[in-house]
């Protein structure tokens, strides 16, 4: 079974510093994908950022980015330029046919 | 469109009671979601639907969850009986195919005393 494990319970940052969360999965599948989604004390999911597998090129919107290794299994984010709106849980996730499995989550509080 | 409709958005009830939570997925979308978010489990796949027919309900924890979508604008999660355990935040989210973003909805807030 496919699983996905973010190591990070809590991290924090200050304001426009850059942060980088962990991400590593274990799948026997060649073709997936890998999101990131973000939860805002309002709990609303909102996505990230999102990897096809078969795309070497890392995806990146905007101040995130993910580095991807693929032979590694990881899939870390990048956060630049820290805001005090970025406060919130951080999920890993993967799905490789219909369902999207999440890891733990990062909490992440960004400082002044 | 307005995204993933939940209703109710909080919802206390007493042990033993019957409760349902709704979802209305984005028009046009294939693929419905009901997922558990919990502070110990995180958040757990219950169940999913391809264009009304469940495909996976090995999430589901036991024969007092129940789940139905009678058409592709509308589904329901019920829990009967329910226990205080069964206190969590329930997400709906929908998607239009295989391997595209999942939209969630705002969520239900549950409190079983």
């Known amino acids: 079974a496919q699983t996905v494990t973010q190591s990070q319970p809590e991290m924090s940052v200050q304001e426009a510093e850059t942060v980088t969360l962990s991400c590593t999965y274990d799948?026997?599948?060649?073709?997936?994908?890998l999101f990131w989604y973000k939860q805002p004390p309002s709990r609303q999911m909102i996505l990230v950022i999102r990897?096809?597998?078969?795309?070497?090129q890392n995806a990146t919107e905007n101040r995130f980015s993910v580095n991807f290794q693929k032979a590694a299994k990881s899939f870390s984010l990048k956060i630049s330029d820290s805001q005090l709106g970025d406060t919130a849980m951080y999920f890993c996730?993967?799905?490789?046919?219909?369902?999207?499995?999440f890891g733990t989550g990062t909490r992440l509080q960004v400082f002044p | 469109d307005a995204g993933v409709i939940q209703s109710p958005r909080h919802e206390v009830t007493e042990m033993g009671q019957e409760v349902t939570l709704r979802c209305k997925p984005i028009?046009?979308?294939?693929?419905l979601f009901w997922y558990r978010q919990t502070m110990m489990r995180g958040l757990e796949l219950l169940i999913y639907?391809?264009?009304?027919?469940?495909?996976?309900d090995s999430g589901m924890p036991e024969d007092r969850f129940s789940a139905k979508m009678p058409n592709a604008s509308f589904s329901t999660l019920k829990i009967q009986p329910s226990e205080p355990r069964d206190s969590a935040v329930y997400f709906c989210?929908?998607?239009?195919?295989?391997?595209?973003?999942?939209?969630f909805g705002s969520g239900t807030q549950l409190s079983v005393l």
């Open positions: 639907f391809n264009n009304n027919v469940p495909i996976d």
């Open positions: 989210a929908s998607s239009l195919r295989t391997n595209e973003k999942l939209f």
């Open positions: 990897q096809e597998a078969y795309k070497q």
């Open positions: 996730a993967f799905m490789d046919t219909d369902k999207l499995i």
């Open positions: 799948t026997s599948e060649n073709n997936y994908y």
């Open positions: 028009s046009g979308h294939d693929y």
